[in-house]
Protein backbone atom coordinates (compact mmCIF):
# COMPACT_ATOMS: atom_id res chain seq x y z
CA UNK A 1 0.00 0.00 0.00
CA UNK A 2 0.65 3.30 -0.78
CA UNK A 3 -0.37 7.09 -0.03
CA UNK A 4 0.85 10.09 -1.68
CA UNK A 5 2.86 12.02 0.29
CA UNK A 6 2.68 16.11 0.63
CA UNK A 7 6.66 16.23 0.47
CA UNK A 8 8.02 13.21 -1.01
CA UNK A 9 8.76 10.27 -2.22
CA UNK A 10 10.87 7.23 -2.62
CA UNK A 11 13.65 7.35 -5.24
CA UNK A 12 15.32 4.48 -6.52
CA UNK A 13 19.19 4.93 -6.50
CA UNK A 14 20.71 1.74 -6.39
CA UNK A 15 19.02 -1.55 -7.56
CA UNK A 16 20.29 -5.19 -8.68
CA UNK A 17 19.30 -6.64 -12.10
CA UNK A 18 18.13 -10.12 -12.86
CA UNK A 19 21.24 -10.82 -14.40
CA UNK A 20 23.12 -9.94 -10.70
CA UNK A 21 24.29 -6.42 -12.06
CA UNK A 22 23.94 -3.24 -9.25
CA UNK A 23 22.93 -0.74 -11.53
CA UNK A 24 23.63 3.14 -9.34
CA UNK A 25 21.32 6.44 -10.57
CA UNK A 26 24.20 8.72 -10.65
CA UNK A 27 22.06 11.63 -11.65
CA UNK A 28 19.49 10.78 -8.82
CA UNK A 29 22.35 11.11 -6.10
CA UNK A 30 23.60 14.09 -7.63
CA UNK A 31 19.99 15.67 -7.59
CA UNK A 32 19.80 14.64 -3.60
CA UNK A 33 23.62 15.24 -2.65
CA UNK A 34 24.39 17.92 -4.81
CA UNK A 35 21.01 20.59 -3.88
CA UNK A 36 22.30 24.17 -3.26
CA UNK A 37 21.14 23.48 0.64
CA UNK A 38 22.26 20.41 1.09
CA UNK A 39 25.95 20.09 -0.78
CA UNK A 40 27.91 21.81 2.48
CA UNK A 41 26.20 20.33 5.44
CA UNK A 42 27.57 17.35 7.20
CA UNK A 43 25.08 14.55 6.89
CA UNK A 44 23.49 12.06 8.52
CA UNK A 45 21.88 8.98 7.02
CA UNK A 46 19.28 6.78 8.55
CA UNK A 47 18.93 3.52 7.01
CA UNK A 48 17.17 0.78 7.09
CA UNK A 49 17.73 -2.62 6.25
CA UNK A 50 16.73 -6.20 6.42
CA UNK A 51 14.09 -8.87 4.61
CA UNK A 52 11.02 -8.31 2.80
CA UNK A 53 8.36 -7.74 4.80
CA UNK A 54 9.32 -7.07 7.94
CA UNK A 55 7.69 -4.29 8.81
CA UNK A 56 10.48 -1.84 7.56
CA UNK A 57 9.02 0.72 5.52
CA UNK A 58 6.16 0.83 7.87
CA UNK A 59 8.32 1.56 10.76
CA UNK A 60 10.07 4.41 8.65
CA UNK A 61 6.85 5.77 7.64
CA UNK A 62 6.50 6.67 11.03
CA UNK A 63 10.06 7.85 11.78
CA UNK A 64 9.08 10.07 8.82
CA UNK A 65 6.27 11.43 10.98
CA UNK A 66 8.32 12.05 13.99
CA UNK A 67 10.86 13.97 11.57
CA UNK A 68 8.23 16.25 9.60
CA UNK A 69 6.98 16.70 13.12
CA UNK A 70 10.21 18.34 14.44
CA UNK A 71 12.35 19.37 11.36
CA UNK A 72 12.16 21.83 8.57
CA UNK A 73 12.61 20.01 5.13
CA UNK A 74 13.80 21.06 1.70
CA UNK A 75 10.04 20.94 0.79
CA UNK A 76 8.63 22.01 3.96
CA UNK A 77 10.95 24.42 4.57
CA UNK A 78 8.86 27.25 6.82
CA UNK A 79 8.28 24.41 9.66
CA UNK A 80 9.88 25.47 12.53
CA UNK A 81 12.94 23.43 14.50
CA UNK A 82 11.60 22.49 17.86
CA UNK A 83 13.26 20.31 19.99
CA UNK A 84 12.13 20.58 23.52
CA UNK A 85 10.17 17.44 24.52
CA UNK A 86 6.80 18.27 25.72
CA UNK A 87 5.26 14.90 27.23
CA UNK A 88 2.59 12.93 25.36
CA UNK A 89 3.56 15.49 22.55
CA UNK A 90 1.46 14.08 19.25
CA UNK A 91 3.95 13.59 16.80
CA UNK A 92 2.02 10.99 14.90
CA UNK A 93 -0.30 12.91 14.18
CA UNK A 94 -3.84 12.17 13.54
CA UNK A 95 -4.63 8.89 15.07
CA UNK A 96 -7.08 7.56 12.02
CA UNK A 97 -4.69 8.51 9.10
CA UNK A 98 -3.47 6.33 6.74
CA UNK A 99 -0.13 6.08 6.72
CA UNK A 100 2.38 7.20 3.97
CA UNK A 101 5.82 7.76 2.41
CA UNK A 102 7.69 4.51 1.75
CA UNK A 103 5.55 2.16 -0.11
CA UNK A 104 5.17 -0.78 2.23
CA UNK A 105 2.83 -3.84 1.54
CA UNK A 106 0.37 -6.35 3.28
CA UNK A 107 0.19 -9.04 0.62
CA UNK A 108 3.16 -11.09 -0.71
CA UNK A 109 4.48 -9.18 -3.68
CA UNK A 110 8.11 -9.13 -3.26
CA UNK A 111 9.84 -5.46 -3.94
CA UNK A 112 13.29 -5.36 -5.83
CA UNK A 113 16.14 -5.78 -3.80
CA UNK A 114 18.43 -2.43 -4.21
CA UNK A 115 18.34 1.15 -1.77
CA UNK A 116 15.71 3.82 -2.01
CA UNK A 117 16.17 7.31 -0.44
CA UNK A 118 13.40 9.46 0.54
CA UNK A 119 13.90 12.41 -1.79
CA UNK A 120 13.05 14.96 1.24
CA UNK A 121 15.85 16.05 3.30
CA UNK A 122 15.38 16.75 6.64
CA UNK A 123 17.21 20.01 7.87
CA UNK A 124 18.64 20.68 11.59
CA UNK A 125 21.05 23.81 13.05
CA UNK A 126 22.74 22.29 16.12
CA UNK A 127 22.29 24.81 18.94
CA UNK A 128 25.62 24.20 20.42
CA UNK A 129 27.75 24.76 17.62
CA UNK A 130 24.97 26.38 14.95
CA UNK A 131 26.57 23.71 12.88
CA UNK A 132 23.64 22.85 9.77
CA UNK A 133 23.20 19.12 8.97
CA UNK A 134 21.54 17.41 6.83
CA UNK A 135 19.36 14.48 7.93
CA UNK A 136 18.68 11.39 4.48
CA UNK A 137 15.98 8.47 5.25
CA UNK A 138 16.80 5.88 3.24
CA UNK A 139 15.07 2.16 2.94
CA UNK A 140 17.19 -0.72 1.89
CA UNK A 141 15.25 -3.69 0.47
CA UNK A 142 16.62 -7.70 0.05
CA UNK A 143 19.12 -8.68 3.41
CA UNK A 144 17.92 -12.41 4.40
CA UNK A 145 15.33 -12.71 1.56
CA UNK A 146 15.82 -15.79 0.14
CA UNK A 147 15.34 -15.09 -2.96
CA UNK A 148 18.27 -13.32 -2.92
CA UNK A 149 21.97 -14.99 -3.31
CA UNK A 150 23.79 -13.91 -0.56
CA UNK A 151 26.10 -12.33 -3.33
CA UNK A 152 23.66 -9.98 -4.45
CA UNK A 153 22.51 -9.29 -0.52
CA UNK A 154 26.15 -8.76 0.71
CA UNK A 155 26.38 -5.68 -1.58
CA UNK A 156 23.38 -4.48 -1.43
CA UNK A 157 24.39 -4.57 2.25
CA UNK A 158 27.72 -3.30 1.75
CA UNK A 159 26.96 0.03 -0.01
CA UNK A 160 24.11 0.73 2.58
CA UNK A 161 26.58 0.22 5.57
CA UNK A 162 29.28 2.35 3.48
CA UNK A 163 26.52 5.19 3.03
CA UNK A 164 24.44 4.99 6.50
CA UNK A 165 25.07 6.51 10.15
CA UNK A 166 22.33 5.25 11.69
CA UNK A 167 21.57 1.76 10.22
CA UNK A 168 19.03 -0.01 11.81
CA UNK A 169 18.77 -4.00 10.77
CA UNK A 170 15.20 -5.35 11.07
CA UNK A 171 15.04 -8.73 11.89
CA UNK A 172 11.88 -10.65 12.96
CA UNK A 173 11.67 -12.48 16.52
CA UNK A 174 15.32 -13.15 17.60
CA UNK A 175 18.97 -12.68 15.95
CA UNK A 176 20.08 -16.02 14.51
CA UNK A 177 23.82 -17.43 14.32
CA UNK A 178 23.13 -17.70 10.43
CA UNK A 179 22.13 -13.89 10.41
CA UNK A 180 25.13 -12.66 12.77
CA UNK A 181 27.55 -14.70 10.32
CA UNK A 182 25.61 -13.28 7.50
CA UNK A 183 26.42 -9.60 9.27
CA UNK A 184 30.11 -10.68 9.59
CA UNK A 185 30.64 -11.23 5.89
CA UNK A 186 28.75 -8.34 4.59
CA UNK A 187 30.49 -5.89 7.20
CA UNK A 188 33.93 -7.25 6.11
CA UNK A 189 32.95 -7.21 2.43
CA UNK A 190 32.07 -3.47 3.10
CA UNK A 191 35.17 -2.91 4.76
CA UNK A 192 37.26 -4.69 2.33
CA UNK A 193 35.76 -2.35 -0.05
CA UNK A 194 36.96 0.63 2.62
CA UNK A 195 40.26 -0.33 2.38
CA UNK A 196 40.31 -0.80 -1.30
CA UNK A 197 39.90 3.02 -0.99
CA UNK A 198 42.52 3.64 0.71
CA UNK A 199 40.60 3.83 4.07
CA UNK A 200 42.47 1.88 7.31
CA UNK A 201 39.94 2.69 10.44
CA UNK A 202 39.42 0.77 12.82
CA UNK A 203 36.08 1.11 13.39
CA UNK A 204 34.66 2.07 9.79
CA UNK A 205 31.31 2.43 10.44
CA UNK A 206 29.13 4.15 12.99
CA UNK A 207 26.12 3.30 14.74
CA UNK A 208 24.12 -0.56 13.95
CA UNK A 209 20.64 -1.04 16.01
CA UNK A 210 19.65 -4.44 15.87
CA UNK A 211 15.94 -3.63 15.73
CA UNK A 212 13.98 -7.11 16.40
CA UNK A 213 10.33 -7.45 15.90
CA UNK A 214 7.51 -9.66 17.37
CA UNK A 215 9.54 -10.84 20.32
CA UNK A 216 7.80 -12.95 22.47
CA UNK A 217 10.34 -13.34 25.58
CA UNK A 218 9.94 -10.21 27.61
CA UNK A 219 9.52 -12.60 30.61
CA UNK A 220 13.17 -12.70 30.37
CA UNK A 221 14.45 -9.62 28.26
CA UNK A 222 12.06 -6.51 28.89
CA UNK A 223 10.63 -4.63 25.70
CA UNK A 224 12.86 -1.13 24.75
CA UNK A 225 16.37 -0.63 24.48
CA UNK A 226 17.45 -2.00 27.82
CA UNK A 227 16.28 -4.91 27.87
CA UNK A 228 17.79 -5.18 24.07
CA UNK A 229 21.08 -4.41 25.36
CA UNK A 230 20.73 -6.98 27.78
CA UNK A 231 19.67 -9.56 25.16
CA UNK A 232 22.23 -8.84 23.30
CA UNK A 233 24.86 -8.56 25.71
CA UNK A 234 24.19 -11.71 27.57
CA UNK A 235 22.65 -14.39 24.73
CA UNK A 236 23.80 -13.40 21.57
CA UNK A 237 27.27 -11.52 21.45
CA UNK A 238 28.49 -13.58 24.97
CA UNK A 239 30.96 -15.53 23.97
CA UNK A 240 30.63 -18.75 26.30
CA UNK A 241 33.26 -21.07 26.99
CA UNK A 242 32.11 -24.23 24.92
CA UNK A 243 31.66 -21.82 21.63
CA UNK A 244 34.00 -22.46 18.93
CA UNK A 245 36.57 -20.41 17.62
CA UNK A 246 34.57 -19.31 14.38
CA UNK A 247 31.48 -18.41 16.73
CA UNK A 248 33.64 -16.00 18.58
CA UNK A 249 35.60 -14.61 15.47
CA UNK A 250 32.07 -13.51 14.08
CA UNK A 251 31.33 -11.68 16.96
CA UNK A 252 34.41 -10.06 17.63
CA UNK A 253 34.26 -8.82 14.01
CA UNK A 254 30.85 -7.78 14.14
CA UNK A 255 31.96 -5.46 17.09
CA UNK A 256 35.18 -3.89 15.85
CA UNK A 257 32.94 -3.18 12.84
CA UNK A 258 30.55 -0.79 14.06
CA UNK A 259 31.39 2.37 16.72
CA UNK A 260 28.05 1.29 18.64
CA UNK A 261 25.62 -1.38 18.18
CA UNK A 262 22.52 -0.96 20.02
CA UNK A 263 19.89 -3.56 20.21
CA UNK A 264 15.74 -3.14 20.92
CA UNK A 265 13.12 -5.23 21.14
CA UNK A 266 9.56 -4.62 20.16
CA UNK A 267 6.04 -6.84 20.76
CA UNK A 268 3.96 -7.85 18.14
CA UNK A 269 2.07 -4.84 17.01
CA UNK A 270 -1.34 -7.02 17.05
CA UNK A 271 -3.38 -8.58 14.66
CA UNK A 272 -4.77 -5.90 13.32
CA UNK A 273 -1.02 -4.69 11.36
CA UNK A 274 0.11 -8.36 10.83
CA UNK A 275 -3.22 -9.88 9.23
CA UNK A 276 -5.99 -7.46 8.01
CA UNK A 277 -4.94 -6.89 4.28
CA UNK A 278 -6.75 -3.66 4.35
CA UNK A 279 -4.86 -2.10 7.23
CA UNK A 280 -3.51 1.06 6.11
CA UNK A 281 -1.36 1.73 8.74
CA UNK A 282 -2.94 3.75 11.50
CA UNK A 283 -1.89 4.24 14.67
CA UNK A 284 -4.89 3.97 16.31
CA UNK A 285 -5.46 0.03 15.50
CA UNK A 286 -1.81 -0.73 16.54
CA UNK A 287 -1.49 -2.95 20.51
CA UNK A 288 -0.99 -0.21 23.28
CA UNK A 289 1.92 -1.49 24.31
CA UNK A 290 3.19 -1.66 20.84
CA UNK A 291 3.09 1.89 19.69
CA UNK A 292 4.68 3.07 23.48
CA UNK A 293 7.87 1.03 22.83
CA UNK A 294 7.85 1.99 18.94
CA UNK A 295 7.45 5.80 20.03
CA UNK A 296 10.07 5.62 22.35
CA UNK A 297 12.63 3.84 20.24
CA UNK A 298 11.35 6.22 17.49
CA UNK A 299 12.25 9.11 19.43
CA UNK A 300 15.72 7.69 21.13
CA UNK A 301 17.01 6.95 17.49
CA UNK A 302 16.25 10.36 15.93
CA UNK A 303 16.59 12.79 18.96
CA UNK A 304 19.48 15.13 17.58
CA UNK A 305 21.46 14.75 20.26
CA UNK A 306 21.59 11.21 19.30
CA UNK A 307 22.38 11.72 15.95
CA UNK A 308 25.25 10.64 14.35
CA UNK A 309 27.13 12.14 11.20
CA UNK A 310 28.52 10.30 8.73
CA UNK A 311 32.02 9.63 9.12
CA UNK A 312 34.70 8.19 6.39
CA UNK A 313 38.33 7.80 7.51
CA UNK A 314 37.34 9.72 10.63
CA UNK A 315 36.31 12.94 9.13
CA UNK A 316 32.59 14.17 8.69
CA UNK A 317 31.81 14.71 5.08
CA UNK A 318 29.41 17.00 3.41
CA UNK A 319 26.74 16.47 0.91
CA UNK A 320 29.15 16.43 -2.21
CA UNK A 321 32.05 15.06 -0.66
CA UNK A 322 29.66 12.29 0.73
CA UNK A 323 28.22 11.74 -2.96
CA UNK A 324 31.95 11.52 -4.38
CA UNK A 325 32.36 8.99 -2.30
CA UNK A 326 29.30 7.02 -2.89
CA UNK A 327 30.82 7.11 -6.65
CA UNK A 328 34.44 6.26 -5.91
CA UNK A 329 33.31 3.15 -4.05
CA UNK A 330 30.92 2.19 -6.75
CA UNK A 331 33.41 2.08 -8.96
CA UNK A 332 35.68 0.22 -6.92
CA UNK A 333 32.27 -2.41 -7.06
CA UNK A 334 32.45 -2.14 -10.88
CA UNK A 335 35.87 -2.02 -11.66
CA UNK A 336 38.79 -5.02 -12.02
CA UNK A 337 38.67 -5.18 -8.29
CA UNK A 338 35.46 -6.71 -7.73
CA UNK A 339 36.30 -10.25 -8.85
CA UNK A 340 39.18 -9.80 -6.33
CA UNK A 341 36.29 -9.13 -3.82
CA UNK A 342 34.22 -11.55 -4.68
CA UNK A 343 37.45 -14.06 -4.63
CA UNK A 344 37.23 -12.91 -0.58
CA UNK A 345 33.06 -13.97 -0.82
CA UNK A 346 34.30 -17.34 -3.01
CA UNK A 347 37.28 -18.85 -0.87
CA UNK A 348 34.76 -18.56 1.94
CA UNK A 349 32.21 -20.43 1.00
CA UNK A 350 34.91 -22.66 -0.97
CA UNK A 351 35.95 -23.48 2.35
CA UNK A 352 33.00 -24.28 3.84
CA UNK A 353 31.89 -26.04 1.03
CA UNK A 354 34.79 -28.46 0.79
CA UNK A 355 35.20 -28.91 4.81
CA UNK A 356 31.07 -30.29 4.19
CA UNK A 357 32.05 -32.45 1.42
CA UNK A 358 35.30 -34.00 3.55
CA UNK A 359 32.97 -35.10 6.34
CA UNK A 360 29.94 -36.49 3.38
CA UNK A 361 33.01 -38.24 2.21
CA UNK A 362 34.68 -39.63 5.11
CA UNK A 363 30.86 -41.01 6.22
CA UNK A 364 30.74 -42.48 2.42
CA UNK A 365 33.87 -44.64 3.62
CA UNK A 366 33.37 -44.97 6.77
CA UNK A 367 30.14 -47.05 6.30
CA UNK A 368 31.36 -48.79 3.41
CA UNK A 369 34.31 -49.63 5.64
CA UNK A 370 31.51 -51.03 8.47
CA UNK A 371 29.64 -52.93 6.11
CA UNK A 372 32.19 -54.63 4.26
CA UNK A 373 31.04 -57.87 5.82
CA UNK A 374 27.98 -57.97 3.63
CA UNK A 375 29.82 -57.43 0.41
CA UNK A 376 29.95 -60.80 -1.25
CA UNK A 377 29.49 -59.80 -5.12
CA UNK A 378 29.34 -57.53 -7.58
CA UNK A 379 25.56 -56.84 -7.08
CA UNK A 380 26.01 -56.34 -3.27
CA UNK A 381 28.66 -53.49 -4.19
CA UNK A 382 26.53 -51.95 -5.65
CA UNK A 383 23.97 -51.70 -4.00
CA UNK A 384 26.22 -50.64 -0.80
CA UNK A 385 27.77 -48.46 -2.79
CA UNK A 386 24.46 -46.50 -3.42
CA UNK A 387 22.72 -47.00 -0.19
CA UNK A 388 26.12 -45.32 1.57
CA UNK A 389 26.55 -42.46 -1.17
CA UNK A 390 22.53 -41.74 -0.57
CA UNK A 391 23.70 -40.91 2.54
CA UNK A 392 26.64 -39.05 2.16
CA UNK A 393 24.37 -37.10 -0.09
CA UNK A 394 21.78 -36.78 2.48
CA UNK A 395 24.30 -35.28 4.85
CA UNK A 396 25.23 -32.85 2.41
CA UNK A 397 21.93 -31.73 1.61
CA UNK A 398 21.15 -31.66 5.49
CA UNK A 399 24.07 -29.51 7.07
CA UNK A 400 23.99 -25.68 6.66
CA UNK A 401 25.66 -24.12 3.96
CA UNK A 402 27.39 -20.76 2.90
CA UNK A 403 26.87 -19.62 -0.57
CA UNK A 404 24.21 -19.77 -3.05
CA UNK A 405 21.75 -22.61 -4.83
CA UNK A 406 24.36 -22.36 -7.73
CA UNK A 407 26.91 -23.23 -5.32
CA UNK A 408 24.90 -25.90 -3.74
CA UNK A 409 24.57 -28.05 -6.84
CA UNK A 410 28.34 -27.09 -8.11
CA UNK A 411 29.85 -28.64 -4.97
CA UNK A 412 27.02 -31.28 -4.63
CA UNK A 413 28.36 -32.32 -8.24
CA UNK A 414 31.75 -32.21 -6.83
CA UNK A 415 30.84 -34.76 -3.66
CA UNK A 416 29.04 -37.06 -6.26
CA UNK A 417 32.08 -37.47 -8.89
CA UNK A 418 34.38 -37.85 -5.42
CA UNK A 419 32.85 -40.82 -4.09
CA UNK A 420 32.28 -42.40 -7.55
CA UNK A 421 35.97 -42.40 -8.10
CA UNK A 422 36.57 -43.41 -4.63
CA UNK A 423 34.22 -46.22 -5.54
CA UNK A 424 36.18 -47.01 -8.74
CA UNK A 425 39.02 -47.43 -7.14
CA UNK A 426 38.02 -49.88 -4.38
CA UNK A 427 36.24 -52.05 -7.10
CA UNK A 428 38.96 -51.97 -9.61
CA UNK A 429 40.81 -53.19 -6.39
CA UNK A 430 38.87 -55.78 -5.94
CA UNK A 431 38.03 -54.83 -2.56
CA UNK A 432 40.91 -57.72 -1.37
CA UNK A 433 44.26 -55.80 -2.42
CA UNK A 434 46.80 -54.07 -0.80
CA UNK A 435 45.73 -50.50 -1.07
CA UNK A 436 42.18 -51.27 0.18
CA UNK A 437 43.57 -53.51 3.29
CA UNK A 438 45.51 -50.01 3.25
CA UNK A 439 42.51 -47.76 2.74
CA UNK A 440 40.46 -49.41 5.70
CA UNK A 441 43.58 -49.84 8.37
CA UNK A 442 43.81 -45.92 8.04
CA UNK A 443 39.50 -45.79 8.29
CA UNK A 444 40.02 -48.15 11.57
CA UNK A 445 42.59 -45.95 13.22
CA UNK A 446 40.14 -42.92 12.14
CA UNK A 447 37.38 -44.51 14.02
CA UNK A 448 39.67 -45.63 16.82
CA UNK A 449 40.85 -41.92 17.72
CA UNK A 450 37.30 -40.97 17.18
CA UNK A 451 35.80 -43.67 19.84
P1 LIG B 1 9.06 -4.28 4.45
O1 LIG B 1 8.97 -5.16 3.24
O2 LIG B 1 10.12 -4.77 5.39
O3 LIG B 1 9.23 -2.84 4.10
O4 LIG B 1 7.68 -4.48 5.25
P2 LIG B 1 6.38 -3.53 5.27
O5 LIG B 1 6.65 -2.28 6.06
O6 LIG B 1 5.90 -3.35 3.89
O7 LIG B 1 5.36 -4.39 6.15
C1 LIG B 1 4.94 -5.67 5.75
C2 LIG B 1 3.73 -6.13 6.56
O8 LIG B 1 4.08 -6.30 7.94
C3 LIG B 1 2.56 -5.14 6.60
O9 LIG B 1 1.39 -5.89 6.44
C4 LIG B 1 2.59 -4.49 7.96
O10 LIG B 1 1.29 -4.14 8.41
C5 LIG B 1 3.16 -5.61 8.81
N1 LIG B 1 3.94 -5.15 9.97
C6 LIG B 1 4.50 -3.94 10.21
N2 LIG B 1 5.17 -3.94 11.38
C7 LIG B 1 5.06 -5.19 11.88
C8 LIG B 1 5.55 -5.83 13.08
O11 LIG B 1 6.27 -5.23 13.92
N3 LIG B 1 5.20 -7.14 13.25
C9 LIG B 1 4.42 -7.83 12.36
N4 LIG B 1 4.13 -9.10 12.63
N5 LIG B 1 3.96 -7.26 11.22
C10 LIG B 1 4.27 -5.97 11.00
MG1 LIG C 1 9.49 -1.96 2.23
Known amino acids: MS ?3 PYGKPVSVFRTTDNKEVIVEEEELETLFGHPEIQDRKIV ?23 YAHFPSINNPNKKSQFIFKKNENWMGNKDDPLNGFSWVSGTK ?44 SRIFALGTLISSIQVLNLKNRIQEDQLQYLQFATNYAKFNVEQAGETNENPFQNLTFLIRDWENDEDFAFGIDGGKQYFEEEVLKIKPSQKGELISVRESIRSSFETIECC ?47 VNGQELTGMELKDYIMQFFKIFQSDDIPETLTIYELTVESNMNSLIKKCIDDYKKTMYRNRELISNEESIQIMHKNCKDRALELFNKERKMGSIDHEEKFKAKLN ?35
Open 3 to 5: FDH
Open 45 to 67: IFSTIGAFRGGKSFFLDYCLRFL
Open 110 to 153: RDTTGIIIWSDIFLHTIDTTGEKIAIFVIDTQGLFDTESTPTDN
Open 265 to 311: LLPHPGKHVSRIKEYDGRWSSMDEEFKEELEKIIELLLLPKNMVLKK
Open 417 to 451: SEIDSIFNFFASQNFLSQAVEEEVARQQALLDRET
